[in-house]
Structures are given as C-alpha cells and as structure tokens.
C-alpha cells in the first residue's frame, strides 16, 4: 500500500530538518499515517458493537531509517525543546513518564513479543498535524506510523489487521489507556472516499463510499486540552463491564452489542442501579443506531442520517456523560444553524472535537456564527476544517 504525497513541500523541509538533526537524509524512507473521525458508533467499539470511522487527510508524517547499531534515536519537529530522545534497542521495553517516545517504545515491544526480529536501532524523525488531545486520534496515528515505519524497514510482513491489533496493545498495555480498537482499526484500514461499517466483536468490516453530495463534514475543535488517561474513559470501560455482568447473570451474552433496544429494556432490573443503567443504555442504543446510520448513508438519506448524529450527541450527553459544555455547546448551536443535517461530538469526549453535516455553500457562515457563539460562552476560540477522507497508513512513494 504506498501513495504519491501532494505536499512535497512538507516532505522537503522534513528531508532538511532531518540532516539537520541527524547528520545526512542518505537512503531515508518516508511515511503517513492519517487522524480519524468516526461519523457515528460512540464509545461501542469496547462494549462489542459497531462502529462507522472513516481516515481523513490531516495525520502524521514520518521520516526513517536504520542504524548499523543497537540506538534507536527519535526527533518530533512538534516538540523542538525536547531534541533528540535516545536510547537502546535493549531498553526499549522500559517506560519513559509520559514522553511520546513511550508510542515508539511501545509497538517496538508488542512486535517482539509477537515474535518479530527487531536488530538493530533506527532514527525517525516525525511531523504530527493532528491537534494533541483533539479526539482525532493522535496517538494512534503514531501507533500505526511507527508499525508501518518498522515493518517497512525490518522486512517484518506484519499482516495489516495484526499491525491494528498490536496498536492497539501498545495503547492499552503499554500507555495504559482500555481503548477500543476503533482508532487503530480506522488509521490501519482507510481508503479515500470511503468509511468503515465495523463490527468490534468479530472484526468483520464493511468499506462504504461516502458520497455527500452538497455537504461537507465540519470538524469542529473545542482547543479544550485533554489526556485520555486522566479523564473519565477508563471509568466508564468499567461501568459497561459493570452493567454486562449484571445482565449475564440472567442473559447469555458476550457483550451489550448483541442486545436490541427492545431487549435491553425488557431488562433492566438485572442492572438496578440507575447510572450503570444510563451508560449501558447509550452502549445499546448508540450500536443500533449505527446500524440504522449506514443503512442511510447508502440509501443516501443524509437527512436520517443527521437525524442519528444528533440523537447519538443527546446520549452521549445525557446517558453517558461525556461530552461537557466545550463540546455541548458547539453541537448543540451547530444544530441551529441553516443548511445543517446533524452534529455531534466525535472521539472519547471530555473536550476534544465535534462534527458536522453542512450544505457546502453554508459553511462559512457556518464557521462564523458558532465560532463565535462558542468564544463568548467559552472565552477562547474553537477551530474549524473541513474533513476529507483520506487514505490509511502507509508508505509514500516521493520521486
């Protein structure tokens, strides 16, 4: 899987700030791995349910190359002050606070626990457009930046949905955070122009186009700094664990991703406590509402399908408690506004970004009016762009 960059420009500069750094750019090799938004399917990716991503155009590029020895040194053009992080291969297994070398750390340690020979160091130097704790996927992108950077360089022939998986490892066993595999998945496997109908429980994926005709999805940013690790995300992991062991006492189920609305309902009492109720509740209904979403999307019914995207924010707001006034209120006016379908929030929540179904000639006004409705209320401005669908990890071919 390999794709011609159009911004050589980037990829030039890159190329100097990387012999600038590490003494030449002889025989480097040159990678992207794109952010995601998911359209619909919320916090279902670890309760056994669907979920619609889809890879956009803005995400991490990567510049590397081996070393005749065992120094593994890493250099992020996002964090100039740091300069240059240097360590070992043998040390890669250990944790360092909370540096962005722990990502490169951590796919290095779940490829050789999978039995892949990682020999010799490496020097990467990587450029991040994603906005830190945007909800865009950062740290996946990197994730999955660094396992096609390796498995090009090492001739490792890593199949692309194992590389996903051990992504996904390194997010949850080596950072510590018990995310889904949503974000790994939509980065590993994304095409141009198309979004992902996955199902989290057997990893069957469905490639839909995205044809919207006169509207554009708007990605609206809350600048509100977050860390997945420190908010509420691992809480509400074990609150649907909660609510799943509950409901197994009596209903012979893996996950709440199997359950109907009708069926969840009918039995709640085995739940008996109203908050664990409410976030099971969003898990089930938010699963079955994707399902209805991408049978929309392909009718080509845009309206139902803002229809979900605004039910999904009142769940995710009122059931699962995610969302807070940053992203609230960006939705929420988002929905008010001419020529608008559907918003929602997008990501963990807690800050982060919002979405947004948009005629294409409305979206500037757009942009104005609840930029600055959400400065007012806030204090400080939100960012906006327009999301295209873009191509998933790869290798850049640059002449």
């Not at 890159?14 to 359209?39: C, H, Q, W």
């Not at 408690?321 to 939705?331: F, M, N, P, S």
Request: with cysteine.
């Amino acid at each position: 899987m390999s794709m011609v960059v159009e911004n050589s420009k980037v990829l030039s500069g890159m190329t100097e700030k990387f012999a600038a750094v590490f003494g030449d750019s002889e025989g480097v090799e040159y990678f992207f791995s794109p952010g995601r938004i998911n359209l619909i399917g919320e916090h279902t990716d670890y309760n056994g349910g669907y979920v619609f991503p889809a890879s956009i155009t803005i995400g991490t590029t990567g510049l590397a190359r081996l070393r005749q020895d065992n120094q593994i040194k890493l250099y992020s053009e996002n964090f100039p002050d740091i300069g240059v992080i240097e360590f070992d291969l043998a040390h890669s297994s250990v944790k360092d606070g909370d540096s962005w070398a722990n990502y490169v750390k951590g796919m290095i340690t779940a490829l050789k626990a999978a039995g892949y020979q990682i020999d010799k160091g490496f020097e990467l130097l990587i450029k991040g457009e994603i906005p830190t704790a945007s909800g865009l996927s950062s740290s996946a992108s990197l994730e999955l930046l660094v396992g096609v950077a390796l498995d090009d360089l090492f001739k490792l022939g890593v199949p692309r949905l194992e590389l996903v998986q051990l992504g996904q490892k390194t997010e949850n066993e080596f950072i510590g955070v018990n995310s889904g595999i949503l974000d790994q998945f939509a980065i590993g496997f994304g095409e141009v122009k198309k979004a992902i109908l996955l199902d989290c429980n057997t990893l069957q994926y469905e490639m839909v186009p995205v044809e919207l005709r006169d509207y554009d999805i708007v990605i609206m940013n809350t600048n509100k700094p977050r860390a997945l690790t420190e908010s509420k995300y691992n809480e509400r992991f074990a609150e649907t664990r909660e609510a799943l062991k509950r409901m197994q006492t009596k209903l012979a189920i893996q996950s709440l991703g199997e359950l109907s609305n009708e069926a969840f309902d009918a039995n709640t009492d085995l739940i008996g406590d109203d908050t664990l109720i409410k976030r099971a509740r969003h898990a089930v209904y938010e699963n079955n509402r994707t399902k209805i979403a991408k049978a929309a999307f392909v009718a080509g019914n845009l309206t139902k399908f803002g229809e979900l995207l605004n039910a999904s924010h009142a769940s995710l707001k009122n059931d699962y408690e995610v969302t807070g006034i940053e992203l609230d209120t960006l939705a929420e006016t988002a929905q008010k506004q001419p020529g608008v379908l559907g918003a929602r929030m997008t990501g963990a929540g807690f800050g982060g970004c919002a979405i947004a179904l948009v005629a294409h000639d409305n979206v500037p006004t757009f942009e104005k009016v609840v930029g600055e409705v959400y400065e007012e209320k806030m204090g400080y401005p939100a960012s906006f762009y327009v999301a295209q669908i873009g191509s998933g990890a790869t290798k850049l071919s640059v002449d």
